[in-house]
Protein backbone atom coordinates (compact mmCIF):
# COMPACT_ATOMS: atom_id res chain seq x y z
CA UNK A 1 0.00 0.00 0.00
CA UNK A 2 1.08 3.43 -1.10
CA UNK A 3 1.00 6.37 1.79
CA UNK A 4 -1.36 8.85 0.68
CA UNK A 5 -2.78 12.33 1.91
CA UNK A 6 -6.63 12.72 0.06
CA UNK A 7 -6.55 16.06 3.02
CA UNK A 8 -3.85 18.36 2.90
CA UNK A 9 -2.44 19.69 6.07
CA UNK A 10 -4.51 22.95 5.75
CA UNK A 11 -7.61 20.72 5.77
CA UNK A 12 -7.11 18.66 8.69
CA UNK A 13 -6.56 22.23 10.04
CA UNK A 14 -9.61 23.30 9.24
CA UNK A 15 -11.40 20.69 10.40
CA UNK A 16 -9.76 20.73 13.84
CA UNK A 17 -10.34 24.48 13.75
CA UNK A 18 -13.91 24.36 12.72
CA UNK A 19 -14.68 21.21 15.75
CA UNK A 20 -13.11 23.87 18.32
CA UNK A 21 -15.14 26.75 16.96
CA UNK A 22 -18.43 24.82 17.00
CA UNK A 23 -17.44 22.49 20.12
CA UNK A 24 -18.21 19.35 17.67
CA UNK A 25 -15.20 17.32 18.51
CA UNK A 26 -15.58 13.84 16.67
CA UNK A 27 -14.53 15.09 13.20
CA UNK A 28 -11.84 16.98 14.72
CA UNK A 29 -10.51 14.36 16.71
CA UNK A 30 -10.16 11.87 13.47
CA UNK A 31 -8.48 14.86 11.35
CA UNK A 32 -6.12 15.16 14.61
CA UNK A 33 -5.44 11.39 14.92
CA UNK A 34 -4.43 11.58 10.79
CA UNK A 35 -2.33 14.50 11.84
CA UNK A 36 -0.17 12.43 14.05
CA UNK A 37 -0.02 9.46 12.16
CA UNK A 38 1.51 11.62 9.34
CA UNK A 39 4.24 12.35 11.97
CA UNK A 40 4.82 9.07 12.70
CA UNK A 41 4.99 8.27 9.08
CA UNK A 42 7.54 10.98 8.61
CA UNK A 43 9.66 9.99 11.65
CA UNK A 44 9.86 6.47 10.47
CA UNK A 45 10.83 7.55 6.67
CA UNK A 46 14.03 9.40 7.82
CA UNK A 47 14.96 6.52 10.54
CA UNK A 48 14.48 4.19 7.60
CA UNK A 49 17.23 5.67 5.71
CA UNK A 50 19.89 6.09 8.84
CA UNK A 51 22.32 3.18 8.45
CA UNK A 52 22.71 2.82 12.14
CA UNK A 53 19.33 1.88 12.23
CA UNK A 54 17.42 -1.59 11.76
CA UNK A 55 15.61 -0.31 9.25
CA UNK A 56 12.90 -3.82 9.10
CA UNK A 57 11.98 -2.27 12.57
CA UNK A 58 11.03 1.40 10.88
CA UNK A 59 9.42 -0.36 7.88
CA UNK A 60 7.30 -2.76 9.76
CA UNK A 61 6.07 1.07 11.88
CA UNK A 62 5.54 2.81 8.60
CA UNK A 63 3.49 0.23 6.72
CA UNK A 64 1.07 0.67 9.89
CA UNK A 65 1.08 3.81 10.07
CA UNK A 66 0.12 3.88 6.29
CA UNK A 67 -2.70 1.16 7.01
CA UNK A 68 -4.10 3.14 9.76
CA UNK A 69 -3.75 6.44 7.66
CA UNK A 70 -5.42 5.34 4.85
CA UNK A 71 -8.26 3.89 7.17
CA UNK A 72 -8.66 6.88 8.79
CA UNK A 73 -8.67 9.09 5.55
CA UNK A 74 -11.94 7.29 4.60
CA UNK A 75 -13.10 7.67 7.84
CA UNK A 76 -13.16 11.80 7.99
CA UNK A 77 -13.86 11.23 4.14
CA UNK A 78 -17.35 9.40 5.07
CA UNK A 79 -18.10 11.44 8.05
CA UNK A 80 -17.77 14.74 5.87
CA UNK A 81 -19.92 13.11 3.38
CA UNK A 82 -22.45 12.11 6.35
CA UNK A 83 -22.40 15.39 8.07
CA UNK A 84 -22.82 17.05 4.46
CA UNK A 85 -20.09 19.45 5.15
CA UNK A 86 -19.13 21.48 2.47
CA UNK A 87 -16.10 20.01 0.77
CA UNK A 88 -15.08 23.16 -1.07
CA UNK A 89 -14.43 24.92 2.10
CA UNK A 90 -14.70 22.18 4.48
CA UNK A 91 -17.22 24.06 6.68
CA UNK A 92 -19.65 22.71 9.07
CA UNK A 93 -22.65 22.44 7.86
CA UNK A 94 -25.24 25.05 9.25
CA UNK A 95 -27.75 22.53 11.09
CA UNK A 96 -24.93 21.37 13.52
CA UNK A 97 -23.55 24.66 13.92
CA UNK A 98 -27.38 25.74 15.24
CA UNK A 99 -27.59 22.89 17.51
CA UNK A 100 -24.27 23.69 19.23
CA UNK A 101 -25.57 27.17 19.54
CA UNK A 102 -28.81 25.23 21.11
CA UNK A 103 -26.66 22.68 23.53
CA UNK A 104 -24.76 25.78 24.92
CA UNK A 105 -27.50 28.14 25.60
CA UNK A 106 -29.98 25.61 27.51
CA UNK A 107 -26.52 25.17 29.79
Not at 37 to 65: F, K, W
Not at 92 to 107: D, F, G, I, T, Y
Request: hydrophobic residues 35%; proline residues 3%.
Amino acid sequence: MDYQERFTDRDLEKIVDEGLIYMCACPAQVADAIRKLRGLYRYQYHCINDPDNQSEVHQTIAQSAIHAHAHLQDCLDQILTLEKWDRSTLTMPANLRVRQAKALLSE
